[in-house]
């Protein structure tokens, strides 16, 4: 079955930085990619995603790419803010059920 | 639209008690899917249900089983809790069959004595 893998688990930046977390994944058959926060004792939200015919995705100040051939999708924030704060996790679907990453601890520090 | 929910919100068990765990959606979903969290390893599929009518294991679905009652609701069952099932569990839904936004419950803190 898919095995997805994250980098690093804990992320500390400076206010105004950019961080970046990395996923790769196992099963070549995965095509969607979503990216979700979760803030403490909260539920997890979805705050972009991308599909394997896009290699690379824009939202405001997030951004995800794609690498089909290597089997990887990283997480691109830039101008972080304090309230960035939170833990990111990664997913792959192999079709009807989404695999997560073990997740990434982001502190945005001011 | 209240979207995902799940009762309770928090539950102690004793060793070898059982409970279940509700989850519902009023969106119309097709699918619903049943996650533990446990510190630094992620969301891991318990059960999911692809359709009304239909389950399928996940990752990790032993000690548990699951009802989809109707299309809105999906329920969990530990029929004898075990400390290894002290855990957060959420439950999500999606609109269609695969491959959309999951939509998740505020989530249920489990724990097992």
């Known amino acids: 079955g898919e095995n997805v893998e994250q980098h690093p688990s804990t992320l500390s930046v400076q206010e105004g930085d950019s961080a970046v977390i990395k996923c790769t994944y196992s099963?070549?058959?995965?095509?969607?990619f979503p990216w979700y926060k979760q803030e403490l004792g909260k539920r997890p939200q979805l705050i972009i995603d991308i599909r394997s015919n896009v290699g690379e995705k824009k939202d405001q100040r997030i951004a995800v790419t794609l690498n089909k051939t290597a089997k990887h999708f990283s997480l691109h924030i830039t101008e972080t803010q304090p309230e960035d704060s939170a833990v990111y996790f990664c997913a792959a679907s192999d079709g009807n059920k989404l695999v997560f990453g073990a997740g990434t601890i982001l502190r945005v520090k001011s | 639209n209240a979207g995902v929910t799940q009762t309770p919100k928090f539950q102690v068990l004793k060793t070898g008690q059982s409970m279940t765990l509700q989850c519902a959606q009023d969106m119309n979903h097709n699918s619903m899917y049943w996650y533990r969290q446990d510190p630094g390893m992620g969301l891991r599929l318990i059960y999911y249900s692809a359709s009304e009518g239909t389950t399928d294991k996940g990752e990790v679905p032993n000690g548990y089983n699951v009802s989809r009652l109707n299309k809105r609701e999906f329920s969990l069952r530990l029929e004898s809790a075990a400390p290894s099932q002290t855990s957060v569990y959420f439950c999500?839904?999606?609109?269609?069959?695969?491959?959309?936004?999951?939509?998740f419950g505020p989530g249920t803190r489990l724990l097992v004595l």
């Open positions: 999500a839904s999606i609109p269609g069959r695969n491959q959309e936004t999951q939509y």
């Open positions: 099963d070549s058959a995965s095509n969607y």
